[in-house]
């Protein structure tokens, strides 16, 4: 149409204006418009138009008070529209201080008349807000592990992988020469260190100190990021003499004097160096994989010499740093060649075997390990390192928790609801607005949030100490204090409050006023949200109640697993480094020989279990027998080590000082290492470590035991005999009859013995139990995630069943005027909600049979899950929804029908 404005603009202009007002306010922009066109042309008019119709939709215009079409309302005109902000019905603002001041009033009001209401919102929020604090800041704690370290992403640990027909492996135990052979072929190398794990005696003016001296080379320094706060990097540990310590070890050792420039005596008395302190490191913090009190040079290690040049002797861990713009997957593709050249023995053992390359084409392999997953790779680890797995458990917990209480949450608010529709439909019949109710409403729910989250707070500080020692953590107020937690946790409460508070506010100003004073409010009955809501919290809660019982369950077989030595009455005592092991087990036997107390004494090189000293180590021997590549434990004893630990000979004899040459060339093995050399009656056989070396014979064959844990297969193991070398621990048998005051004698014993060592002997089964350390963690983080969980489910199924119930109440009451007994009122009732969480069950079931049995494939002896434990744990979730609505149904069913049918 000629000389027309633009049609989108009218309908523009037609959606958004009050009905009443649109023709007439429409009409007067088309006249306005037709004077424009004449006195600046169309165009100019058109633009004009637009500019108007946009100018004239403002916020408080549109939400104006309207009075009714049927009365004379104001008329507006082409002049008096422009005037509309002077309206006498402007829209307040919602952020006006007396407006907010009026909210928080009423917000806390309403909280006091409801002070049941509020605090089973209040506990709820603050023990999972409590919980999840821990758990995520947990999992924070695991996952930040060495993230400390400056270029952190170019630093790796080198492995050796082999792909043996049996089972492929990876050990990052490396021999001596690898490093300075990486350094000299592989010039993207930017640094390389190797790390040794030791311990020794420090002796300063006769004070004489316990402390972890690690073995490494100059590079560590330069390669890692640990603050060196005294001594120059470059030169700090470039002589064989130079050693440097961290600040605990320096005040522990010299007080407040300077330590650098200081001699320290290393080593047991007879043998002891000196080495001049050179640098003071800062000390590493808690999420570091490396932990130390002093680093010297790998040179001094005791089998330096010896091992320099041997590539089959096992002894250390290598990292090395990239260059910058260098690739990993580069490296680890010029490592093949580098693998044939130095290991070209080790590949054709593996050929000779039947060896096939796996699917990256490797028979045996020198790799990379990224730092980041160096903590979470329990092979490389040796079975220490935790499982990302249960990192992530950590995190799906945390948020399984907030879930059930966000759910919680809505089902209370909705319900309360009902109690508060009558205000509601009060306030909008006097002109409240539907966004002055909702934040009024919100408010309150985020009120009661912020009680919740600071009590949550409050909780975490005070139970921090229980939790760190329950679960063996250490976790500090300053993870809550870093700027990404504080950020995370005001996230996390943000959320929450939009989601719990936010649902059940928009609820209920969809109210209509009449219905709602008329007294006909209801809400869509079973209702697919409700529903919805109480299935995901059941499932939840049935989910983790199962993992519950299953690793429970995991823990127990493990427990109860033959170890193949009896643990019961054994008492395991470490020597320390202030004493010679030898010499204290020679004069615990003279001291207890004729003691009815004591059954047997003898010592090892290795602790079973984690004792008091929280120490163990570990020496496997690698060598070649009759064309097979054998791995073995090798294990110092002395004897009487098998009558103490009731290990029964199947085959030759043990260690018996009627033999001299026993501490010489004799070894006692285990079953697996007989099949290991493809021998199946090795008593008599010989054998060679080294073509050049010692030519053992086998003397005894004993059933295959635990050495380390009861989680993977038993390994090879070899024991021998070695007056020369020190004894670490001394294990005693005790007389079952005797064993209340075994442990005070030995320590009595202990200081005749052993006057500069502490005595911290404890019982084998305790320390054989700490084995098992992530897995009752585990089992007892699902137990207490599923008791919070249930606990919280009833709560918002005790809301869920008081709203529905109170909507029935007049059903009900018919119902028994009709002759209803109470038991079939309380069976109407509670069916729809056992249905709800019969399904839940359903729902629950595959992932948590598919994740446990994940989980459960990990360990070479498992558990076979159970159907009972998902039917049994079905019916325990049947029983407590029907005991918290029980409640509810019965107070209903005996409620007298003519109060409840007085209105009708």
């Known amino acids: 149409m000629k000389n027309s404005p633009p049609v989108w603009a009218d309908r523009l202009f037609t959606w958004l204006c009050p009905p009443h007002l649109r023709e007439e306010l429409l009409g007067d922009l088309h006249e306005q418009f037709a004077e424009q066109v004449e006195q600046v042309g169309e165009r100019k008019a058109r633009q004009f138009y637009i500019l108007e119709v946009i100018r004239f939709f403002r916020p408080y215009f549109l939400k104006r008070r309207v009075t009714s079409p049927l009365n004379t309302g104001p008329v507006y005109t082409k002049t008096s529209y422009k005037n509309a902000a002077s309206s006498a019905y402007p829209q307040p603002s919602l952020l006006q201080p007396a407006m907010l001041s009026n909210y928080i009033k009423i917000a806390f009001r309403n909280l006091w008349k409801s002070k049941g209401y509020a605090t089973i919102n209040v506990v709820g929020l603050s023990v999972a807000f409590c919980v999840c604090t821990f758990l995520f800041l947990t999992a924070y704690f695991q996952l930040s592990y060495d993230s400390f370290h400056a270029d952190g992403d170019r630093i790796f640990q080198v492995y050796l992988f082999s792909n043996d027909p049996d089972k492929a492996s990876a050990s990052s135990t490396v021999p001596l020469p690898l490093t300075p052979a990486l350094k000299a072929d592989f010039p993207e190398i930017e640094a390389a260190t190797r790390l040794m794990n030791g311990s020794n005696v420090v002796a300063y003016k006769g004070k004489y100190f316990d402390k972890q001296i690690m073995f490494t080379d100059p590079d560590f320094l330069r390669l890692f990021s640990f603050p060196l706060i005294q001594g120059n990097k470059a030169t700090a540990l470039n002589d064989r003499s130079n050693i440097v310590i961290s600040q605990q070890m320096a005040k522990a050792v010299f007080g407040t004097e300077d330590p650098m420039g200081k001699r320290l005596l290393l080593g047991p008395d007879g043998s002891q160096k000196e080495f001049l302190v050179t640098g003071i490191l800062g000390d590493f913090p808690n999420n570091s994989s490396i932990q130390y009190d002093a680093f010297v040079q790998i040179t001094n290690a005791g089998n330096y010499q010896t091992d320099k040049d041997k590539w089959d002797a096992m002894s250390h861990i290598t990292f090395v740093k990239l260059a910058p713009n260098v690739d990993r997957a580069t490296v680890e593709s010029r490592l093949k060649p580098f693998a044939a050249k130095y290991f070209q023995s080790t590949i054709d053992n593996l050929k000779k075997k039947g060896a096939k390359p796996d699917e990256r084409g490797d028979l045996f392999a020198v790799r990379l390990q990224t730092l980041a997953d160096i903590h979470f790779d329990r092979e490389l680890g040796g079975g220490t390192g935790t499982p990302i797995a249960l990192v992530y458990a950590l995190m799906g917990i945390g948020f399984f928790i907030l879930l059930i209480a966000c759910i919680n949450f809505i089902n209370l608010s909705v319900a309360r609801s009902f109690t508060r529709a009558k205000e509601v439909g009060v306030r909008k019949s006097l002109g409240a607005l539907k966004n002055q109710l909702f934040i009024q409403i919100w408010g309150e729910a985020t009120l009661i949030c912020f009680t919740g989250f600071l009590a949550g707070l409050v909780l975490t500080y005070l139970l921090l100490p229980a939790f760190n020692t329950t679960f063996q953590s250490k976790l500090t107020l300053e993870y809550i204090r870093q700027p990404k937690q504080i950020a995370l946790m005001l996230g996390v409460f943000a959320l929450v409050t939009l989601i719990a508070g936010g649902y059940p506010a928009w609820q209920m100003t969809k109210f209509n ?99 008091k000293d929280r120490s163990t180590s570990r020496s496997v021997m690698g060598f070649t027998y009759k064309d097979r590549d054998i791995s073995t434990d090798w294990l110092q004893i002395d004897y009487d080590y098998l009558k103490t630990l009731d290990i029964k000979l199947l085959a030759g004899r043990e260690f018996n000082p009627a033999y001299p040459s026993d501490s010489l060339d004799r070894v006692v093995i285990t079953e697996s290492m007989a099949k290991m050399i493809g021998e199946k009656n090795p008593v008599g056989r010989y054998f060679q470590t080294d073509s050049a070396g010692v030519k053992y014979q086998i003397i005894g064959l004993v059933p295959d035991f635990h ?41 009595a014993v202990w200081k005749e013995v052993a006057p500069r060592s502490e005595f911290i002997g404890s019982f084998l089964d305790e320390n054989t139990n700490a084995w098992y350390k992530d897995e009752e963690k585990l089992s007892q983080l699902f137990t207490l995630a599923s008791g919070i969980a249930i606990l919280l489910s009833c709560l918002g199924l005790f809301a869920v069943a008081l709203m529905v119930i109170e909507q029935r109440t007049k059903e009900i009451g018919v119902r028994k005027v009709l002759g209803a007994s109470i038991p079939n009122i309380v069976f109407i009732l509670s069916q729809d909600f056992v249905r709800l969480v019969v399904l839940a069950i359903v729902i629950a079931t595959p992932p948590a049979w598919f994740f446990m049995q994940k989980w459960l494939d990990s360990y070479s002896y498992r558990i076979e899950i159970s159907v009972w434990v998902f039917i049994l744990v079905g019916l325990a979730a049947i029983f407590i929804a029907l005991v918290t609505v029980s409640f509810h149904s019965i107070k209903a069913a005996l409620m007298n029908p003519v109060k409840s049918l007085r209105t009708e």
């Not at 949200?529 to 369950?553: D, G, H, K, W």
């Not at 989680?711 to 005693?732: C, D, G, N, W």
């Open 707 to 747: 050495l380390y844990s009861s989680k993977s297969e038993r390994k090879p193991i070899t024991m021998y005999l070695a007056h020369s070398q020190p004894i670490s621990y001394i294990f005693v048998r005790v007389a079952p009859q005797r064993l209340a005051g075994a442990m005070d004698k030995l320590k």
């Open 513 to 611: 006023a009449v219905d709602v004073l008329k007294g006909k409010i209801t809400m869509k009955r079973p209702g697919f949200l409700r529903n919805s809501l109480i299935v995901t919290q059941f499932a939840l809660s049935t989910l983790l109640i199962c993992c519950t019982i299953i690793a429970i369950q995991q823990v127990s077989h493990m427990r109860q697993q033959p170890l193949g030595f009896h643990k019961e009455q054994v008492i395991s005592i470490p020597v320390g480094n202030k004493a010679d092991g030898q010499q204290v087990l020679k004069r615990m036997r003279n001291t207890l020989a004729n003691d009815p107390t004591i059954i047997s004494i003898t010592g090892t090189g290795v602790n079973l279990g984690l004792g």
